[in-house]
């Protein structure tokens, strides 16, 4: 498996900085852009106001970084609570006492302007917490999730643009097969070496996989709309029980965001409506969505493990790689993601970015819904707390892997596990299918 060169103190702390800084710059981005009522509404019970979301960046960096690794007293004890994910439910949290978006930029600015100096004189070893720089790394990974989590409400947002970026690249499946072959054999799951790498990505561990088959490339709009067009939301067949008493309670009959008008399928669109391009992959769909469709494809969705070991492992160097184009951090040759584009890339976009097996895209474009459900890996040991993934852990939630167009690469790898339950449409999540050899 891949061993991480080690890095000095000075690169380690150029990194975080570079990491905060690029986080930093997206969250005034997507503060900035609407007024400040846009900032305090709920634009959906799912979500937060934005203004919340900010000021629990700063809340979160303070908590970890000022009191956790430096050891200062709170700078504001009293917002502790407002600002605890897990005390308040999102469709409470307008009724909450919140900063203001002039206080609360005030607040996250001071922590950032206090963490720079803290980062500064910090020694990078010693502690769990310091080594590698991993509480900054964790923190700048927390922020790029708020970040992405803004994203997504400023597409639940009713009004005009307010965000605009460029077209991805093109993408041409010319020449691609429709689904490669992944052999038998063993591969090394998940990380012990990342620097970064959160709890649940750990540790490194052997996986045995049966030969199976996996989509190229996502599933399209172009091959979901055939799923539409041939009854699948009709058609109790396809549905596990739960998922078709959700289609029929909420009438459900198309991905979110889309609706039909003279003869085709329109989607909303970060304030835009456009007609929905059949090359990107579908976008929008829960975990029942996306079941029903393999099923009916007759076909089924990857498991967690197998999706790792098509997008990992290197049949050449029988090792598992850190990305699927090899050791390196992505570029945007790579992968769509960073919010660069607002948008999934057309399938059969990024070939320096497949895997050593011809697989595409499996990093950035859509978060991928799995078979999985979310669970801890043999000797996984939570850190630094228990409420990032063990109290998510069981049946409940289904697991994601590969990242999205709205994912910063800091919180995308490889090994990066994602989960939602499987009623969730609002995220940006597609898929792939697979099958047995």
């Known amino acids: 498996m891949n061993e991480p060169m080690v890095a000095t103190d000075d690169a380690l702390k150029e990194r975080a900085v570079a990491a905060l800084t690029t986080a930093r710059a997206r969250t005034a981005l ?117 970040d992405e989590t803004m994203l997504i409400t400023h597409q639940l947002r009713r009004g005009p643009a307010a965000l605009h970026a460029p077209e991805p690249p093109p993408g041409s499946t010319f020449g691609l097969p429709a689904e490669v072959l992944v052999p038998a054999g063993p591969f090394t ?61 909420h009438d459900i009959g198309a991905p979110l965001f889309w609706r039909p008008e003279g003869g085709q399928w329109l989607r909303r669109r970060f304030g835009v409506t456009e007609p929905v391009p059949e090359d990107e992959p579908v976008l929008h769909v829960s975990w029942y969505e996306a079941d029903a469709y393999a099923r009916w494809a007759g076909r089924r969705l990857p498991t ?42 057309p399938v059969g976009a990024y070939p320096g970015g497949a895997s050593p097996l011809g697989v595409r895209q499996m990093i950035g474009d859509v978060w991928e819904w799995t078979s999985s459900d979310f669970l801890p ?37 490889g090994t990066f596990r994602n989960w939602d339950l499987p009623v969730r449409r609002q995220i940006f999540s597609g898929f792939r299918t697979a099958r047995d050899a």
């Open 189 to 249: 799951m998940g990380t012990s070496t990342e620097p970064w790498a959160l709890d649940n990505e750990r540790p490194a561990h052997q996986r045995h996989v049966a030969a199976f088959h996996i989509d190229t490339t996502p599933v399209t709009n172009g091959a979901f709309q055939a799923f539409i067009a041939d009854g699948g939301y009709t058609d109790e067949r396809w549905w596990v029980p739960e998922g078709w008493d959700q289609i029929r309670k």
């Open 30 to 146: 997507l503060t900035t852009c609407v007024d400040d009522h846009d900032l305090t509404a709920q634009h959906s019970p799912l979500m937060s106001p934005l203004v919340w979301d900010l000021a629990h960046i700063g809340n979160q960096e303070e908590q970890w970084l000022l009191r956790a690794v430096a050891g200062r007293d709170a700078m504001r004890p009293e917002i502790d609570s407002v600002y605890d994910a897990f005390e308040h439910p999102r469709a409470a949290r307008p009724s909450l006492p919140l900063l203001s978006p002039a206080e609360s930029r005030r607040y996250a600015s001071d922590v950032r302007g206090r963490v720079l100096d803290v980062l500064a004189s910090t020694p990078l070893h010693g502690s769990r917490l310091t080594d590698a720089a991993f509480a900054f790394g964790m923190i700048a990974q927390h922020e790029q999730q708020h």
């Open 304 to 345: 967690e493990t197998e999706w790792e070991k098509a997008a990992r492992h290197d049949p050449a160097s029988d090792r598992s790689l850190r990305y699927p184009w090899g050791d390196a951090d992505p570029t945007p040759e790579h992968a769509n993601l960073g919010q660069r584009h607002l948008r999934p890339a």
């Open 377 to 413: 890996y043999p000797g996984f040991v939570a850190f630094p707390y228990r409420e990032y993934s063990e109290v998510f852990f069981g049946g409940d939630y289904k697991v994601l892997r590969g990242g999205s167009f709205a994912v910063d690469p800091v919180a995308c790898r």
